[in-house]
Nanobody, 124 residues
Framework: QVQLVESGGGSVQAGGSLRLSCAAS????????MAWFRQAPGKEREGVAA??????YYADSVKGRFTVSQDNARNRLYLQMNNLKSEDTAMYYC???????????????????WGQGTQVTVSK
């Protein structure tokens, strides 16, 4: 049974940093996209960042501030978030897409597995 479990969310002031972690069990990625999505209240879920065979992809809104990485030996995905802004406030989700077409990484409907989410709240 595949499980993705996020951790590391919390409340910070604008300009602060957080590091999210996603632990995968029952699953090892080989030809998969691993991604972070977020969803703010009343908004659509949006792709934040993805990693595929070591190449990384970001939404324009987080470029230069967020960094996605993975530890294949430990089956973990990370999202380092720096210079956080109030508009980054959302529930953050880890997701996996098997045999992905990376050009479409930001489309949530392509993903096969999801975590339960971790809340990030940024105050001004």
């Amino acid at each position: 049974q595949v499980q993705l479990v996020e951790s590391g969310g919390g409340s910070v002031q604008a300009g602060g940093s957080l590091r999210l972690s996603c632990a995968a069990s029952g699953y090892t990625w080989r030809t998969d996209c691993m991604a972070w999505f977020r969803q703010a209240p009343g908004k659509e879920r949006e792709g934040v960042a993805a990693i595929y065979f070591g190449s990384t992809y970001y939404a324009d809104s987080v470029k230069g501030r967020f960094t996605v990485s993975q530890d294949n030996a430990r089956n973990r995905l990370y999202l380092q978030m720096n210079n956080l802004k109030s508009e980054d406030t959302a529930m953050y989700y880890c997701a996996a897409w098997r045999y992905c077409s990376v050009a479409y990484w930001s489309n949530q409907h392509n993903y096969d597995y999801w975590g339960q989410g971790t809340q990030v709240t940024v105050s001004k």
